[in-house]
């Protein structure tokens, strides 16, 4: 089967903000580049891409057939999607225990596994 593996930065410290990065020791820091670099070579794992911080973001909507636009999401920074991986696993135990070892899942944020709907 194939979920996806959303990643939540929530609070996790990313380079996006060098104050938060600063938090986390240059150890730490590295860590967390080795670890979604392992992630990533994980047989079964498709590497998704890292997105952008929310505000950079533009919501799109259509309404009476006029395309509106809107700057950034409609969710709060903790709530905003960070980036995203697919993963091919014999069962939902196997992508819960990848999801375990996404550093944003330690540091503040969430991982949502969601199974991909196979045509």
Not at 30 to 37: I, K, R, S
Not at 52 to 71: N, Y
Request: negative net charge.
């Amino acid at each position: 089967m194939k979920y996806m593996l959303l990643i939540h930065q929530g609070d996790a410290p990313t380079p996006y903000s060098p104050e938060d990065w600063a938090r986390l020791s240059e150890d730490e820091q590295q860590a967390v580049y080795a670890d979604y670099e392992a992630i990533n070579e994980t047989p079964g794992v498709s590497p998704g891409l890292q997105m952008q911080p929310p505000e950079t973001a533009t919501t799109v909507r259509v309404q009476d057939g006029k395309t509106l636009t809107t700057d950034g999401p409609f969710v709060t920074v903790k709530e905003a999607l960070g980036g995203y991986l697919l993963y091919e696993a014999d069962d939902l135990d196997a992508a819960i225990e990848l999801a375990s070892r996404i550093p944003a899942a330690r540091l503040g944020g969430a991982i949502e596994v969601r199974p991909i709907v196979e045509y």
